[in-house]
T-cell receptor
Framework: DTGVSQNPRHKITKRGQNVTFRCDPISEHNRLYWYRQTLGQGPEFLTYFQNEAQLEKSRLLSDRFSAERPKGSFSTLEIQRTEQGDSAMYLC????????????FGQGTRLTVV | KQEVTQIPAALSVPEGENLVLNCSFTDSAIYNLQWFRQDPGKGLTSLLLIQSSQREQTSGRLNASLDKSSGRSTLYIAASQPGDSATYLCAAGGATNKLIFGTGTLLAVQP
């Protein structure tokens, strides 16, 4: 296993379009997280899955955002009706199912809304 | 609400110097403290994880310490190299391993 994989690496979209990102976690990890990072800031938590269950969502995750992890493996993050303020790096991380283990991050998807 | 602060925001040192990056957090009820490295436009690379019951962790030229009572962690880099130039982020891990990040320290090591 080569680590957490995210696709695409870069996405440029016009305002108002929908976009979808994919994250493939490390295979034995049952926890999956999405974070968003804007320029000059640290990543901010968006949402968290334990297997296929979405257990926590940040207030940052507006109604235009939806995340799924249908079979407890890969996850998708969809943004509907994109706005310029959605431009950011979207990072995915995974970890095993305990509260004190290391989180491993993917390379991120850079979204630019024009 | 957990808040994480990193000082300094930016640091420039000549090659070979030892340096310390600082991280402070407001809520001492953490499960772990994790240090990451981020190169421009890239994802995060995990450097060190300190469990809440531990005081320090070491990996090669890196040493991270944790003092929960004072809400502080430090990352010590020995004999810095130009390849160490990057942004260093610390993150406090709470329940469910959700991470709260600082804004990072941008390190430049001059050859």
């Amino acid at each position: 296993d080569t680590g957490v994989s995210q696709n695409p690496r870069h996405k440029i979209t016009k305002r108002g379009q929908n976009v979808t990102f994919r994250c493939d976690p490390i295979s034995e990890h049952n926890r999956l997280y999405w974070y968003r990072q804007t320029l000059g800031q640290g990543p901010e938590f968006l949402t968290y899955f334990q297997n296929e269950a979405q257990l926590e969502k940040s207030r940052l995750l507006s109604d235009r955002f939806s995340a799924e992890r249908p079979k407890g493996s890969f996850s998708t993050l969809e943004i509907q009706r994109t706005e310029q303020g959605d431009s950011a790096m979207y990072l995915c991380a995974s970890s095993t199912g305990t509260d004190w283990t290391e989180a491993f991050f993917g390379q991120g998807t850079r979204l630019t809304v024009v | 609400k957990q808040e994480v602060t990193q000082i300094p925001a930016a640091l420039s040192v000549p090659e070979g110097e030892n340096l310390v990056l600082n991280c402070s957090f407001t809520d001492s009820a953490i499960y772990n403290l994790q240090w990451f490295r981020q190169d421009p436009g890239k994802g995060l690379t995990s450097l060190l994880l300190i469990q809440s019951s531990q005081r320090e962790q070491t990996s090669g030229r890196l040493n991270a310490s944790l003092d929960k009572s004072s809400g502080r962690s430090t990352l010590y880099i020995a004999a810095s190299q130009p390849g160490d130039s990057a942004t260093y982020l610390c993150a406090a891990g709470g329940a469910t391993n959700k991470l709260i990040f600082g804004t990072g320290t941008l390190l430049a090591v001059q050859p």
